[in-house]
């Protein structure tokens, strides 16, 4: 089979993917994946199947035994992600997320407002995991606080991204930290400790920058946030004592415990903590009317691993106050399934090593190995259009070359989250960009100039590989 004629058919089934997808996010919108990009996925694995069989002559148990072994290789992580679901439901009905904005919201004032948001986010989507729901809940509160303060829509939704995507980055409860780290097959908490080389130095400048801003984008008026604060203090008994759970997770962390562990460990805390602190929320929670063993037991099972709704007598806290539990990662859990037996059909039909070969003369130097590898995670997040899809194709297609050439994988790792987690965001048609806009109100290309973290992080990384910083290369003979 003539070279080009390989390139072409295994291409087939990604232009296939990237097509599709583009038509059902735009017909769905931020649903897409509730459903039919999921179903796109299976569609292309059956167009990768008839390819693979057909033109490339492997057998449909090859490609199965591909498959089965792909998904076998994630088992963790799906727990990983069903726990994350766990822990930010108990973490936010126990009043540890609730206390932490509380408190958070205190310091903010005019010229500081920047940088707070920027600050409050990341700490927000430190404790959750989720960038998306950092954005959705605290993101509209400081979105609202930001118009009556004066400042333009692009900068408040700008710091709050950074915030946001910072936090998702590095949260060890994050579902696209888990699975980059995963599918590099690298410890969790290794991998999250050697993003700090490129994503504290992005952050820092990022918050510089914010800061100075502050002082030079003119504030038009003020905004009375009691009400906001006043209605979580309302609501619960925001305890410093709450604080333990937070610091009891740091501790197993610090002690390298497995994240399934520090997951269920914390979680389990943060229900005990509910039920002494916030009894009246897991009674209001279970639909009962007065407090018992049964209604507390309800409540806490159902922040646990369904959707709970709080009142508070104020939307924006409300909205804050709602989780998904596991149930909300199901999602997550479904697409990474469709997408690992899209990806193991292109690796056992030899598909996927043709496509690297096009790419392969580029990362001969340690440079131009990292540069690709973040060029292409931004090019799968504006072909694919989903951050997922990008990290999965990446680490597929890069993880043989960074082995062969001597380099950790944890590199690699680091490359694909400095590129696909981050930059999702700053497409427009992608998933992120297009949930993200809709909930802050803010067009994508508006915000996209003051998403300093998300432009400084792909950039960072390349200047790290340049400087050869705590990157190491086995010696071959």
Not at 25 to 44: H, K
Not at 55 to 62: G, I, R, S, V
Not at 148 to 153: H, I, L, Q, T, V
Not at 292 to 298: F, G, I, N
Request: proline share 4%; aromatic share 10%; hydrophobic share 50%.
């Amino acid at each position: 089979m003539k070279k080009s004629i390989k390139y072409i058919l295994s291409l087939t089934p990604v232009v296939f993917l990237i097509l599709f997808l583009a038509i059902v996010i735009r017909i769905y919108g931020i649903d897409a994946l509730s459903g039919p990009s999921q179903l796109v996925l299976i569609a292309s694995t059956g167009i990768a199947v008839l390819v693979a069989m057909l033109y490339f002559h492997q057998p449909w148990k090859t490609l199965e035994e591909e498959i089965n072994h792909s998904i076998g290789s994630i088992g963790s992580p799906i727990c990983i992600l069903l726990l994350i679901g766990l822990l930010s439901g108990t973490w936010m009905v126990s009043g540890v997320v609730p206390m932490l904005i509380y408190y958070g919201m205190q310091i903010i004032s005019p010229h500081v407002f920047l940088v707070s948001a920027c600050a409050i986010s990341a700490i927000v989507s430190v404790m959750t995991g989720s960038s998306w729901t950092t954005v959705a809940t605290i993101g509209v509160a400081l979105m609202g606080i930001g118009k009556a303060e004066g400042f333009s829509d692009g900068w408040t939704a700008g710091a709050i991204l950074s915030g946001a995507y910072f936090g998702d980055k590095m949260s060890p409860l994050s579902d696209t930290t888990v699975l980059a780290s995963s599918l590099c097959h690298v410890p969790l908490f290794s991998h999250i400790k050697y993003m700090t080389i490129t994503t504290v130095p992005s952050f820092t400048i990022s918050l510089v920058i914010f800061l100075v801003a502050g002082f030079f984008v003119p504030a038009t008026a003020n905004i009375d946030t009691t009400a906001f604060t006043s209605a979580l203090a309302s609501k619960f008994n925001l305890s410093l004592w709450l604080l333990l759970v937070p610091l009891f997770t740091g501790w197993m962390i610090y002690k390298k415990l497995p994240a399934i562990i520090v997951l269920f460990a914390s979680s389990v805390i943060a229900i005990i903590f509910a039920v002494i602190f916030q009894p009246h929320i897991l009674v209001e929670i279970s639909g009962m009317q007065d407090v018992s063993a049964e209604a507390l037991l309800k409540g806490a099972l159902q922040s646990g691993f369904g959707k709970t709704a709080v009142d508070s007598g104020f939307v924006p806290v409300n909205e804050l106050l709602a989780t998904r539990g596991m149930a909300g990662m199901l999602n997550s859990v479904w697409i990474i399934l469709c997408a690992i037996c899209f990806g193991g059909v292109l690796k056992a039909s030899g598909m996927l090593a043709n496509i690297v070969e096009l790419i392969v003369p580029l990362t001969k130097t340690r440079v131009g190995l990292v540069a690709s590898t973040v060029f292409s995670g931004i090019f799968f997040n504006a072909t694919a259009a989903d951050q997922f899809l990008s990290i999965m194709l990446n680490a597929s297609m890069f993880g043989e070359i960074y082995e062969e050439e001597g380099y950790e994988s944890r590199l690699l790792s680091r490359s694909i989250e400095d590129s696909s987690t981050v930059t999702s965001v700053l497409i427009p048609w992608s998933t992120c960009g297009m949930t993200q806009s809709t909930v802050l109100n803010v067009p994508t290309l508006t915000y996209l100039p003051y998403c300093f973290f998300n432009i400084l992080a792909p950039l960072t990384s390349i200047v790290i590989a340049a400087t050869g910083f705590k990157i190491y290369r086995t010696i071959k003979h």
